[in-house]
């Protein structure tokens, strides 16, 4: 396992790093995304979702447990797995059939899904830093320290 420490500065700063780690994705990949409420999970997500293309707004799915974005390439699930109660729901939802060979899936939350998700390729720890965020990067896979290697 390979990591990298960065700083975050601002709410920009979290949709660069995004926007960063977007120009290298090849589906399949999964990253798990933890942290306190408010440290910058769905801004991330917001960072890759536009940035491979999505125009509209990219609004965290509590409530719906996924919001999917469909482009020419890949597809992406960006889950948020907070007000999960119990793993088993997943099931009922089919989480295997969004984790294809065309997926790239963000999770947020992912301990609320222990034992029905695949591992991670990459796993990003946000958490609060004074004013601003630090965030851990964790390569757990080849394609995630493909990944890791190019960021700056």
């Known amino acids: 396992?390979?990591?990298?420490?960065?700083?975050?500065?601002?709410?920009?700063?979290?949709?660069?790093?995004?926007?960063?780690?977007?120009?290298?994705?090849?589906?399949?990949?999964?990253?798990?995304?933890?942290?306190?409420?408010?440290?910058?999970?769905t801004t991330f997500s917001r960072g890759i979702i536009q940035s491979l293309g999505h125009q509209?707004?990219?609004?965290?799915?509590?409530?719906?447990?996924?919001?999917?974005?469909?482009?020419?390439?890949?597809?992406?699930?960006?889950?948020d797995l907070y007000r999960l109660s119990d793993p088993e729901e997943l099931e009922f939802m089919g989480i295997r059939d969004y984790f294809t060979h065309r997926s790239v899936c963000l999770v947020e939350w992912p301990d609320n899904g222990h034992g029905l998700l695949p591992k991670a390729d990459i796993?990003?720890?946000?958490?609060y830093k004074e004013s601003q965020r630090q965030v851990e990067i964790q390569a757990l896979s080849p394609a995630g320290q493909a990944i890791l290697s190019k960021i700056k």
């Open 1 to 41: 396992m390979t990591s990298l420490l960065k700083t975050l500065e601002n709410e920009q700063a979290t949709v660069a790093l995004g926007q960063q780690i977007a120009q290298w994705i090849v589906p399949p990949l999964t990253l798990y995304l933890t942290g306190d409420l408010g440290a910058g999970k």
């Open 56 to 79: 509209g707004a990219v609004k965290s799915p509590t409530y719906t447990l996924v919001e999917p974005y469909e482009f020419s390439e890949m597809d992406v699930f960006h889950f």
């Open 123 to 127: 796993h990003l720890h946000l958490r």
